[in-house]
């Protein structure tokens, strides 16, 4: 006769719990923790483990964690749900802590971790991001409405009143560039599906190299095109977006006089374009941060020539939607080069 006793029950009973626990809870993203009132760990997924490093077989009391989280488990274990921000390994976790609860008696507490550090990023970045713009709009507005202001009070005097209006075109226009560079970063952010078609980049160079050929001039710039076929398969308006702000840098950020070389040619079956300036370069110190949104190496000279700070993460944004790559040298005092290369021509 086979007679399992009620105990031996019950311990399979459990064990066959805690599989279909393991298996319903093992594909879930988020970290999943039970404990007991004593700070056990009952049973935990793959997940959990992974974010705060938990041995499988662990039966330690968990207690490594930070005070903020400990508070929460604390809040959890007098009976109330509760939930937080909490940081581990450097990643921004969201805590929901939930007492357990047996015919009214506390046996323990749920834990749910979910990683939002991509969310909180981007969050943070959103939000300096505004702040940043607020500031930068309202400084040429400011500009224009103070000489506006003294021009129609007639308080500036008749020899100077030229260059007061000229320096209202000229913050009107920055104002203008800021504006059509912010609708362009917010139109790339929304990652609308784009068209893509078989585009070489010689086309696009010499639509850019028309548009900024007054620029090259008022700046005594020498512009060299070396153009070899270099097909991408991409969107024309990203590939634009590309050349003309690497261009127009070269170009703004050159020596008086000084000259630019556009190439584009295919390398190992892979489309380049390459813009290189004898300009006065980036310092060493400035190279990680320049493609961040509104970093300049110097304010007055960005704004003297019509600069935004943001050319360059509207490049980083679209190099990155054509899934290419883009490589920095510079030298100070002695010129830039940048080189993007793209995945090869071919419909994906
Ligand atoms: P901006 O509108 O100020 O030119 P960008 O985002 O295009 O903004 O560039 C950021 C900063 O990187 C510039 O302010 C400038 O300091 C530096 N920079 C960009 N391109 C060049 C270049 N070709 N030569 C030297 N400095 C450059």
Not at 247 to 270: C, F, K, Q, W
Not at 271 to 295: M, N, Q, W
Request: with cysteine.
């Amino acid at each position: 006769m086979n007679r399992t006793s009620r105990s031996m029950n019950r311990w399979k009973r459990l064990h066959q719990k805690q599989k279909e626990f393991i298996t319903a809870t093992s594909s879930m993203r988020e970290g999943l923790i039970l404990m007991n009132t004593d700070w056990h760990i009952l049973s935990q997924n793959p997940a959990a483990e992974k974010l705060f490093h938990l041995k499988p077989e662990n039966d330690d009391a968990f207690e490594d964690i930070s005070d903020d989280f400990k508070e929460m488990i604390k809040t959890a274990l007098a009976g109330e749900q509760n939930s937080g921000i909490i940081t581990q390994d450097e990643r921004i976790l969201r805590i929901d802590a939930s007492p357990i609860t047996s015919h009214g008696v506390l046996t323990g507490v749920s834990i749910l971790a979910y990683d939002v550090s991509d969310e909180y990023t981007a969050e943070m970045q959103r939000k300096e991001f505004t702040a940043n713009v607020s500031h930068e709009l309202k400084t040429p507005l400011q500009s224009i409405m103070g000489s506006a202001e003294l021009l129609q009070n007639h308080m500036v005097k008749k020899e100077d009143e030229d260059s007061f209006i000229n320096r209202i075109n000229a913050e009107s226009k920055r104002l203008l560039n800021l504006i059509d560079d912010i609708i362009r970063l917010s139109q790339l952010d929304e990652n609308q599906k784009m068209e893509k078609d078989h585009i070489d980049l010689k086309d696009t160079v010499k639509e850019a190299a028309d548009v900024l050929t007054k620029s090259a001039e008022e700046h005594h710039v020498t512009m060299h095109l070396d153009l070899k076929n270099a097909v991408v398969y991409g969107n024309s308006r990203l590939l634009y977006e590309i050349a003309y702000n690497l261009m127009d840098n070269a170009i703004r950020y050159n020596h008086d006089p000084g000259s630019v070389v556009v190439s584009t040619y295919t390398e190992d079956g892979l489309p380049f374009l390459k813009v290189s300036d004898t300009g006065i370069g980036i310092p060493e110190e400035d190279k990680a941060r320049i493609f961040e949104r509104f970093y300049r190496v110097d304010k007055s000279h960005s704004r003297a020539t019509g600069g935004t700070g943001l050319g360059l993460s509207i490049v980083k944004h679209a190099v990155k939607l054509c899934k290419g790559n883009i490589e920095l040298d510079s030298k100070a005092g002695e010129g830039t080069t940048f080189t993007v290369g793209f995945p090869e021509n071919t419909e994906d």
